[in-house]
């Protein structure tokens, strides 16, 4: 009831999913060390406090309780995040209390950049800029992409690749999970 929907259940009976991932893990290290800098810097001025300031310790305790929850309620949202691409559209799923789904149609596509920074290669994530036809979209920066030769050549290949090929692909795996017994949607 509380959970995010899964991003499969936007897909349509007649879409192929090509690619699901989460955000590389490297997206928090910016909030993490943040985080453990403000704990750090708390555990400090309380050592240095006199001991009859009891209530000056509590208050930063409290700051400290809030510095956790925030990290806790990033790495929550980066866990449920989904960057899905089917044949069709490019779908971010996001939000842990409201849901958001951004959306832009594979046909908008016109251009494609890939970008890779020096830790990008020593961690593996990059960033893939995708413009459309005259307008910025929601979806034109997607950063901290792990896998990203894999998911640009992916994305390559459905925009600007053999339609006629993909579509006699798509059909053969239509054809595969009527012969297991799965449902498809017409």
Do not use: C
Not at 54 to 73: E, H, K, M, P, T
């Amino acid at each position: 009831m509380f959970a995010p929907r899964d991003p499969d259940d936007y897909i349509l009976g007649t879409e192929r999913r090509v690619i699901k991932v989460r955000r590389h893990w490297s997206v928090l290290l910016g909030d993490t060390l943040e985080g453990a800098a403000l704990l750090v810097g708390l555990m400090m001025i309380s050592y240095l406090l006199p001991e009859n300031a009891d209530i000056v310790q509590n208050v930063l305790w409290y700051v400290g309780l809030f510095v956790v929850l925030r990290l806790s309620y990033f790495v929550i949202e980066w866990w449920v995040e989904r960057i899905v691409v089917t044949d069709k559209r490019f779908m971010i799923a996001s939000g842990v209390f409201d849901s958001k789904l951004a959306m832009m149609p594979v046909t908008k596509v016109t251009d494609l950049t890939y970008e890779r920074t020096v830790l990008g290669r020593m961690f593996g994530f990059g960033t893939l800029v995708v413009e459309s036809a005259g307008q910025i979209q929601a979806l034109n920066r997607i950063e901290f992409l792990p896998y990203p030769e894999e998911v640009y050549d992916a994305i390559s290949e459905l925009v600007f690749g053999d339609k006629k090929a993909q579509a006699d692909r798509f059909s053969m795996i239509k054809a595969q999970r009527i012969a297991r017994g799965k449902k498809m949607v017409p």
